[in-house]
């Protein structure tokens, strides 16, 4: 009878700890203290699937760094944290490797891999927080590039089909910030990313910044490594220290809008920072639109935007997810009922 007692405690204990509330504060790069019901490591495909196959129902988000992710509130559901990791070369041919990483690896260690090995085409993209499995579903981008020019594959796990599949890069495939897995929240656990990169170095220097740097540098002599040291200088130098200053990048888009509507803009506010893009649109600096509010370096509470830069928003101590949306939310009007141009959010909000 004792052992019985004992057993259902055992077996009690265990359901309890299974089901214990888990703190995300470490999860998120806001550093927003929220709880979830559950919380799943997955190291393996197969802890997915087991997941699928236990919970068909279930509430779940999938987790990287948590740097793109505001939490609002409390997860109802299981947090789904990536822990798939591994670098590998799978070829080289014609002077170029074809290198597959694990989407649960931090981006900017594979970024610094690749230098140190030679491998050329994602140093304009060092040192952004998160992993390769964020990296991809958002397309990042900075300082030229984004990260689908590099992209060969993506091996998926179907959450809806319950299978794998790998999809080949189209031009389809990727937008500014967007992907098809992104279009498709909910449905594809990114798994494994095949980048095509180079043996052969060629410099990016579209940015300013980076023109500036190299401005009085022969273009051939320039290097992979002189590149990504760049970047990961002027980054530190211009972007928030997330120990101190916990946030998430840019929270909002940079607006695309048409020529007709920017000359409208133009007539309310002739000072507006916008660039011409490829496909024929305009593209308006969201951080000036910001700061044209009245919002630079503005605070209310613990939430505020950062000094050097209006599109990034901070917790300044220990904020909740819900201020931090309350005061993106004042902005947006706060924009619109100026410009007339609505925001949209590049962090998502759960
Ligand atoms: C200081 C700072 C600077 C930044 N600078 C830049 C920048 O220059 N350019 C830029 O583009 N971004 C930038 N970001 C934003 C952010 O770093 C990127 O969006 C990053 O790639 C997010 O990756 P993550 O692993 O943290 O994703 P998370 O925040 O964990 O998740 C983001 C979204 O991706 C989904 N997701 C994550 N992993 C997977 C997966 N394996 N399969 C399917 N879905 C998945 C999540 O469900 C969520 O919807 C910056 C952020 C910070 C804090």
């Given amino acids: 009878m004792e052992k019985e007692i004992w057993l259902k405690l055992k077996i009690w204990k265990k359901s309890k ?3 214990k509330k888990k703190s995300l504060k470490n999860f998120n790069t806001f550093r927003v203290d929220v709880f979830c019901d559950n919380f799943l490591e997955i190291k393996r495909e197969q802890d997915l699937i087991s ?3 236990k919970n068909k129902r279930r509430n779940f988000l999938i987790l990287g760094g948590g ?3 505001l939490f609002s509130k409390n997860f109802k559901g299981t947090i789904l944290k990536n822990k798939l990791k591994g670098i590998k070369i799978l ?9 597959e990483a694990g989407s649960g690896e931090n981006w900017h260690n594979l970024v610094y891999f690749c230098m140190r090995k030679n491998f050329w085409g994602l140093e304009n993209l060092a040192l952004i927080p998160g992993e390769v499995g964020g990296a991809v579903f958002g397309n990042i981008g900075a300082y030229g590039l984004e990260i689908k020019d590099k992209i060969f594959s ?3 796990y179907d959450m809806e089909k319950k299978k794998t599949k790998v ?3 189209t031009k389809k495939f990727f937008s500014y910030r967007n992907s098809y897995f992104k279009k498709n929240r909910g449905r594809f656990f990114i798994l494994k990313v095949v980048f095509k990169l180079s043996e052969k170095f060629e410099p990016i220097l579209r940015y300013k910044d980076l023109k500036e740097v190299f401005k009085n540098k022969n273009k051939e002599k320039i290097t992979g490594k002189n590149i990504f040291e760049a970047v990961v200088k002027i980054r530190k130098k211009k972007l928030p220290d997330l120990q101190k200053f916990p ?3 840019s929270f909002f888009k940079n607006p695309e809008i048409s020529k007709k509507i920017s000359s409208e803009i133009l007539k309310i506010d002739p000072e507006v920072k916008f660039w011409e893009q490829e496909n024929g649109k305009i593209k308006i600096s969201a951080g000036y639109l910001i700061e044209s509010i009245g919002f630079k370096r503005k605070k209310i509470g613990n939430v505020g935007t950062y000094q050097k830069h209006a599109l990034v928003l901070i917790n300044f101590g220990e904020a909740k997810g819900s201020k931090i949306k309350k005061f993106s939310e004042k902005i947006k009007r706060e924009v619109f009922k100026k410009y007339g141009i609505l ?3 590049e962090v998502f909000i759960v």
């Fill in 51 to 53: 997941f699928f196959e």
């Fill in 17 to 19: 700890k299974m089901n």
């Fill in 91 to 99: 070829k080289k041919e014609n002077g170029n490797i074809f290198l």
């Fill in 67 to 69: 740097s793109n992710i």
């Fill in 247 to 249: 946030n998430n990048g």
């Fill in 167 to 169: 999809y080949k890069n």
């Fill in 154 to 156: 993506v091996e998926v």
């Fill in 343 to 345: 925001l949209e959010e």
